[in-house]
């Protein structure tokens, strides 16, 4: 392939690298990343409630890695609570969990950060073998495609096996029981999602550019040169 077309695919995924990077960020401080709804079921066993009276016993949650809202809701009115995960849930949830989630979410923004640094210097400097060239640039698409998909596997059985939205509706309440009747992940959650495919279409760029995918072939030791990944 010219370099001129190299170039532009470098740039391209270097550009798409630092849009995961703040997208990741942005993703990590909003409460966006689930969305349920909580019925009171105390108090609607206490008033028989069906049908149409069910709503008024219907509350709804939302909440991110740091803190969100639930809106409590017994017959009596709404009543918004904001919380905090650190230090105030930190016990009645998987802490080692949620803890992984956040340090795997700060890890896929350092390596955006250094996989687009390293495809821009690929674009406009004189890479070189190891983790400067091509094996360096797969190694960085890889990393940052595994962080998000553990992100996504952790976080989804936090919430659907450990009932996550459950416990932060029970939580501190004594005389009310909350039930979920419906949640659903968020804008935040598929940020990642769409992050990890990026990093992966990243790694595509990198074979469309003509280097080959690494250990895909053994190489010749007596052919190898200190110049072997030069690309320009």
């Not at 990741?24 to 401080?29: L, S």
């Not at 962080?147 to 096996?161: A, N, R, Y």
């Not at 690494?214 to 040169?225: L, Q, R, V």
């Amino acid at each position: 392939m010219p370099a001129p077309q190299k170039k532009l695919l470098f740039c391209l995924a270097g550009v798409l690298s630092l849009a995961c990077a703040l997208g990741t960020a942005v993703a990590t401080g909003t409460q966006l990343w689930v969305r349920g709804t909580i019925l009171c079921s105390t108090g609607a066993l206490l008033v028989n409630a069906s049908g149409p009276e069910l709503r008024q016993f219907l509350g709804h949650i939302h909440y991110g890695l740091f803190s969100g809202q639930r809106l409590r809701q017994c017959g009596l009115g709404a009543r918004p609570l904001h919380f905090s995960f650190f230090p105030d849930l930190l016990k009645i949830i998987p802490a080692s969990i949620h803890v992984s989630v956040i340090l795997f979410c700060t890890i896929l923004i350092i390596f955006a950060l250094v996989a687009a640094g390293f495809f821009m210097f690929n674009a406009f400097g004189s890479p070189y073998e190891t983790l400067h060239g091509p094996v360096g640039l797969y190694l960085w698409s890889f990393i940052g495609c595994s962080c998000g998909c553990l992100i996504m596997i952790l976080f989804s059985s936090e919430v659907k096996i450990h009932h996550l939205s459950e416990k932060i509706a029970n939580f501190k309440e004594g005389s009310f029981t909350f039930k979920t009747q419906g949640e659903h992940f968020a804008d935040c959650f598929w940020t990642i999602l769409v992050c990890s495919l990026v990093h992966f279409l990243n790694a595509l760029l990198i074979r469309f550019a003509g280097f080959e995918f690494p250990f895909s072939k053994a190489k010749d030791s007596g052919t190898i040169t200190g110049a072997v990944d030069l690309m320009y």
